[in-house]
C-alpha cells in the first residue's frame, strides 16, 4: 500500500513538473507573437476611439461652418449666407452625413431669392440703390445655376430612403425654378412627381399640397404686369381752387356744424385754401395769470375767487367803525 502511494506521489511530481515544462517551452516559442498580437489589438482599439472622437470633432465643425455660412433668414423668406461658401463646404464635406446636400439647397434657394427680389446677392434691404437691380441676363443665369444645384440633390438622394425629405426639398426647387423661368407644363410635371414621391414616403401633406399647386398653374398663365415710373402717367399738379365746386376767393360757402349750417356768404379775396396760416410762438411769460375776483363780486371762468377773512378771525384785527362826525360849529 505504502509503494502504491508513494508511486502515485512521483507520478503526479513528474507529470506536473512535464506540464510546467510544456508551458515553457510554448511560451519561449510563441509569447512574442502572443504579446505584440495583444498590444496590436489594444492600439488598434485605442486607435479606433480617437478616430470616432475626431471624427465627431469635425462633424461638429463642419456644421458650424455650415451653420455660419447660410446666414440667417431674411424678412422675405430668403437666406443672407453666401452660396460660394456653401458650395466649398459641400466639396470639402461630401462624405460628412447630408451637410453637402443642405449646404447645396441652401446655395441654390440662396439664388432663387436673388431672382424673386431682383436684386442682386447681398443687398441690403433697407437701402437698396439702382444698381443694385438684377439684370435680366444675370437673373436666368442664377435661375440656370439654382436648377443644376436642384437636380444635383435630387440625383443624390434618389436611392436613400433615410433622406427622402431632402429629395423632395430638392424636386419643390425644381418646380419654383419651372414657375420662374415660365415653363408651366414642366412645373406640372414636377409637382405630379412630388406628390408620387411623397405618398410613397409617407407625407401625404406634401402630396396633397403639390396636388394643389399642379391644380392653381393656370392662374400664372397671364401674370401681372408691373409697370414702372416711367410708364405710369403723370399726376398733375391743380390748385384746389380749379376743381368744380371748390371754395376760392370771393365764393360763397355754407360750414356745416354740430350745431347746424352756418352759412358763410363770401371768404376775403386774400383767402388761400392751399396756405395754412402760421400760429404764433408763446412762451410762458405770454401766459398772464388772471386777477381774483374781488370780495363780493361773482368770479370769471378761469379768476380764482378770493375767499374774504371772517371778522374776529384770529389774527386779524378787528374792525373798528368809523368816527362819528362832530357837529360843526
Known amino acids: ?11 503526479a511530481g513528474l507529470q506536473e513538473s512535464r ?5 515553457i517551452a510554448f511560451l519561449e516559442k510563441w509569447g512574442t507573437w502572443i504579446l505584440t498580437v495583444v498590444l496590436v489589438l489594444v492600439a488598434g482599439y485605442v486607435g479606433l476611439a480617437k478616430y ?9 465643425d463642419a456644421f458650424e461652418q455650415y451653420a455660419s455660412a447660410r ?10 449666407g453666401s452660396p460660394d461658401n456653401l458650395l466649398r463646404i459641400a466639396a470639402e464635406h461630401g462624405n460628412r452625413g447630408a451637410i453637402a446636400h443642405l449646404a447645396r439647397l441652401d446655395a441654390a434657394e440662396i439664388k432663387l431669392g436673388a431672382v424673386r427680389r431682383g ?56 418646380a419654383a425654378v419651372a414657375i420662374n423661368s ?22 401625404p401633406e406634401q402630396a396633397e399640397q403639390a396636388t394643389k399647386r399642379a391644380a392653381s398653374l393656370d392662374s400664372l398663365a ?23 365746386g371748390a371754395p376760392g376767393a370771393g365764393a360763397p360757402i355754407t360750414i356745416t356744424s354740430p350745431d347746424g349750417e352756418v352759412p358763410v356768404t363770401q371768404l376775403p379775396p386774400e383767402f388761400d385754401p392751399t396756405i395754412v396760416p402760421a400760429t404764433p410762438a408763446r412762451t410762458i411769460n405770454d401766459i398772464k395769470p388772471a386777477e381774483p375776483a374781488k370780495p363780493g363780486e361773482p368770479a370769471k371762468p378761469g379768476q380764482p375767487f378770493v375767499i374774504p377773512p ?13 368816527p362819528a362826525e362832530q357837529p360843526k360849529p
Do not use: C
Not at 71 to 80: A, E, F, Q
Not at 142 to 165: I, M, N, R, W, Y
Not at 310 to 322: H, K, L, N, R
Open 119 to 174: 436684386l442682386r446677392m447681398g443687398t441690403d434691404l433697407g437701402a437698396t440703390k439702382p444698381e443694385d437691380a438684377l439684370p435680366p441676363e444675370e437673373a436666368a443665369t442664377l435661375t440656370k445655376e439654382a436648377g443644376e444645384l436642384f437636380s444635383q440633390v435630387k440625383a443624390d438622394t434618389a436611392s436613400d430612403k433615410t433622406l427622402a425629405l431632402l429629395n423632395l426639398r430638392a424636386q419643390w426647387g425644381l
Open 52 to 60: 470616432k472622437e475626431y471624427n465627431a470633432a469635425r462633424h461638429d
Open 182 to 203: 415660365g415653363d408651366l407644363e414642366g412645373a406640372r410635371r414636377v409637382f405630379t412627381e412630388i406628390a408620387a414621391a411623397a405618398k410613397n414616403a409617407g407625407f
Open 222 to 244: 397671364a401674370p401681372p404686369v408691373l409697370l414702372s415710373d416711367k410708364d405710369l402717367p403723370a399726376v398733375a399738379n391743380v390748385a384746389p381752387t380749379a376743381f368744380p
Open 71 to 80: 446666414g440667417t433668414m431674411g424678412t422675405d423668406g430668403v437666406l443672407t
Open 19 to 23: 506540464l510546467n515544462t510544456d508551458l
Open 1 to 11: 500500500m505504502d509503494d502504491r502511494q508513494t508511486q502515485i506521489q512521483v507520478g
Open 310 to 322: 371772517e371778522q374776529g378771525q384770529p389774527g386779524q384785527p378787528a374792525p373798528t367803525a368809523p
